[in-house]
């Protein structure tokens, strides 16, 4: 990937305070148009990384550029969209008012305020006092304030906290919008299950280092985690298929196997050969969460 075409570039940044390390040498960059998900425990450096990236504070070492300008500067944040977890807006004003005011500040004309309320579904409670609202409205009319002007880079933190399934849903749906559009998403999340088929990259992050960044099939490859082949057995027949194939008996009728990506289809050709003494086969690959245990230093129990 060339420099032009990054949204957002990391270089061997670092950040210190005094003796303690916080973040030890993070490479990361994300192209236009591209969803990363940003994984790890608390306390790992999402938070200090996010800061980082939006001119908060200081790098101690290493380079940041949000297209192409340093964070902080009028251009980076200009560039930037921002949605934390714990959103503020003026319990006083409605929401129209609230985002009109956002909207004039980023250089915006007020007709598009409505349109924005309408694609988060604020439209019905637009004139109603934000004080009356819920957390998972309030974080509605975050998102619509983040798709405020053309971003090159969102930062997205815990974006769907305190929103019910169909809202988060929805916010997905906009999600790829801006990256149809050409804004790189950056998504820090602990919704392991929502980010595994939404993003185009996990980078994960354990005690302030970047210790995996790649798609979710090139992270399984390099886990070397196991494919789990559960077969249901006709009647009778179960120890028979545990006896030609090993693995595990499970409740009288089914058998547990386990393998690696590259022995899965030698393993179906087994089982096929079986015929009708198996009656049901169910394939689970490594999921998000079994990835994210193992480039954690954690195994399942």
């Known amino acids: 990937m060339t420099d032009d075409r990054r949204a957002l570039t990391i270089s061997a940044l670092t ?3 005094g ?11 994300l192209a236009a148009g591209e969803r990363v998900a940003l994984l790890g425990h608390n306390g790992a450096g999402k938070s200090t990384l996010i800061k980082l990236v939006l001119g908060l504070i200081r790098p101690s070492g290493g380079q940041i550029r949000v297209d192409g300008h340093p964070p902080g500067s009028m251009a980076a944040r200009s560039a930037t969209a921002y949605l934390p977890e714990q959103v503020a807006f003026h319990k006083s004003l409605t929401g129209r008012e609230q985002l009109t005011t956002f909207a004039r500040l980023a250089g915006e004309h007020p007709k598009i305020v409505a349109p924005l309320l309408e694609r988060v579904g604020l439209a019905e409670a637009a004139d109603r006092r ?3 609202w819920s957390k998972g409205m309030r974080q509605r009319l975050g998102l619509a304030q983040a798709l405020l002007g053309r971003r090159r880079v969102a930062l997205l933190d815990e974006p769907t906290s305190g929103l019910d399934p169909i809202s988060r849903h929805d916010l997905y749906a906009v999600i790829a919008e801006m990256a149809a559009g050409g804004t790189a998403v950056l998504i ?3 919704a ?3 980010l595994e088929a939404r993003t185009d990259r996990i980078a994960i992050m354990r005690k302030g280092r970047l210790v995996a960044d790649d798609t979710l099939p090139g992270l399984s490859q390099k886990a070397g985690l ?4 559960r077969l249901t057995a006709r009647d009778g027949a179960a120890e028979h298929v545990h006896a030609e194939l090993g693995g595990t008996r499970v409740n009288g009728c089914a058998v547990e196997l386990s393998c690696s990506g590259d022995q899965k289809m030698a393993q179906l050709a087994r089982i096929s050969g079986l015929g009708d003494a198996v009656r049901d086969v169910e394939m689970a690959p490594p999921s998000l969460e079994d990835i994210y245990r193992h480039y954690c230093g954690e195994a399942r129990q």
């Open 19 to 29: 003796k303690s390390e916080v973040l030890g040498g993070i490479d990361l960059s």
């Open 226 to 229: 196991p494919t789990r082949i």
């Open 188 to 190: 820090a999340s602990h």
């Open 15 to 17: 950040k210190t305070y």
């Open 192 to 194: 392991l299950t929502e």
């Open 130 to 132: 934000i004080g009356t």
